[in-house]
């Protein structure tokens, strides 16, 4: 049983930053994979970032260079860092991880709230 509590999206003018926070609590022995995703009004739910328990991390080609992803696995957040906001970047945003209970049990999926964020121009 996991709980992702997000934070940290607004608005904000094309250009400017904005930084995501996501905390995971409740019963789990090891978070592994977190992401976040996006969803635009219209669009489906799209991958944005993803940092590996290693510190391994990838990126969605619209976001390369502008967005980083970071985790800081004492307090189990997930942070995403997005500068040069565009307005295309506005959606609602999802934190995403993969967390076991116990070891030798399965690897569960939990998803956060969601948080807005709107980009203008």
């Known amino acids: 049983q996991v709980q992702l509590v997000e934070s940290g999206g607004g608005l904000v003018q094309a250009g400017g930053s904005l930084r995501l926070s996501c905390a995971a609590s409740?019963?789990?022995?090891?978070?592994?994979?977190m992401s976040w995703y996006r969803q635009a009004p219209g669009k489906e739910r799209e991958l944005v970032a993803s940092?590996?328990?290693?510190?391994?991390?990838n990126y969605a080609d619209p976001v390369k260079g502008r967005f980083t992803i970071s985790r800081d696995n004492a307090k189990n957040t997930v942070f995403l860092q997005m500068n040069s906001l565009k307005p295309e970047d506005t959606a609602v945003y999802y934190c995403?991880?993969?967390?076991?209970?116990?070891?030798?049990?399965?690897?569960?999926?939990?998803w956060g709230q969601g948080t807005q964020v709107t980009v203008s121009s």
């Open positions: 409740g019963t789990f022995l090891r978070i592994y994979n």
């Open positions: 995403n991880v993969h967390a076991t209970a116990a070891w030798g049990r399965p690897r569960y999926e939990y």
């Open positions: 940092i590996t328990i290693g510190g391994s991390t």
